[in-house]
C-alpha cells in the first residue's frame, strides 16, 4: 500500500533560519503530491502542490520539488517566521482519489 | 463560499457509550473523506464516498463503525460501542472530485475522548 516518511520532529529554529522537512513516499501510479499545515487551533489546510515530476510548488516562501527517481517532496523555506510554527504533513495523492498521510513534523520557530 | 462543517467539535462518552459525528462538505464537491486523526499520528481514512456510493472502506472497524451518505451531501460517522483507542481527532475532508490532482478541503475535527 501506499505509505509516507517524514522527518521526525519536532523541529525547533530560530527565526530566519533556514528549513527542511524531508517527506518520501511510496504511491501506486503516478501520484499528485501535497503538503498540509495545521496551524494551532486550526484544521488542515493545503500548503502547496505539485502534479508532475520536477514541478516546484511554492506557496508563502515554501516550496517543494516533485523529485520521481527519488519518491522525495522535501519541503524547504529559506527563513522562517514565528508565524510558520505549526504542523507539517506531506500527503501523496492517487488518481483514485486516495490521500496518505504522514505523522507529521511539528514546527516551533522561536524568536 | 462556506468550507466544510463539523459538529461536534467535542465529545466526551464513556466507553462502551455510542457516539455520532456530522459533517456537511463545501457546496458541489462530489467526494468526502472521513479520517481519523491520533495524538501525534497523521490522519489515517476510515472512509471515502464519491456521491452517495462507497469508494473504499476497507480500513474502517466496521464491527464498531459505520458511515453514511444518503443524499451525496452530508455524511454522518457513527461509533457503537466506543472503545478506549477511539479517542481521537474525526476530521472530514471533501474535494471537487476523487481525481489524482484533488486538493482536500478539512473541517476543523470533532475530538472524541472515551473514558
Not at chain 1, 505509505?3 to 524531508?22: D, H, K, R, W, Y
Not at chain 1, 519541503?75 to 492517487?94: I, M, N, R, W
Not at chain 2, 476497507?58 to 451531501?73: I, M, T, Y
Request: hydrophobic share 35%.
Amino acid at each position: 500500500g501506499n505509505s509516507v516518511t517524514q522527518m521526525e520532529g519536532p523541529v525547533t529554529l530560530s527565526e530566519e533560519a533556514f528549513l527542511t522537512i524531508n517527506c518520501t513516499y511510496t504511491a501506486t501510479g503516478y501520484p499528485s503530491l501535497f503538503w498540509y499545515v495545521q496551524y494551532p487551533g486550526e484544521g488542515l489546510q493545503l500548503l502547496l502542490k505539485a502534479t508532475k515530476a520536477d514541478d516546484k510548488g511554492s506557496n508563502k516562501g515554501f516550496e517543494a520539488t516533485y523529485r520521481k527517481e527519488t519518491t522525495s517532496f522535501h519541503l524547504e523555506k529559506g527563513s522562517v517566521q514565528v508565524s510558520d510554527s505549526a504542523v507539517y504533513f506531506c500527503a501523496p495523492h492517487t488518481n483514485a482519489g486516495k490521500s496518505t498521510f504522514g505523522d507529521g513534523t511539528t514546527l516551533t520557530v522561536k524568536p | 463560499e462556506a468550507g466544510v462543517a463539523q459538529s461536534p467539535r467535542y465529545k466526551i462518552i464513556e466507553k462502551r457509550q455510542s457516539v455520532a459525528f456530522w459533517c456537511n462538505p463545501i457546496s458541489g464537491h462530489a467526494t468526502l473523506y472521513w479520517y481519523q486523526q491520533i495524538l501525534g499520528q497523521g490522519p489515517k481514512l476510515l472512509i471515502q464516498f464519491q456521491n452517495n456510493g462507497v469508494v473504499d472502506d476497507s480500513q474502517l472497524p466496521k464491527d464498531r463503525f459505520s458511515a453514511e451518505r444518503l443524499k451525496g451531501v452530508d455524511s454522518t460517522l457513527k461509533i457503537q460501542p466506543a472503545k478506549l483507542e477511539d479517542s481521537a481527532v474525526y476530521l472530514c475532508a471533501s474535494s471537487w472530485q476523487g481525481g489524482g490532482t484533488g486538493e482536500l478541503f478539512f473541517g476543523e475535527g470533532s475530538r472524541l475522548t472515551v473514558l
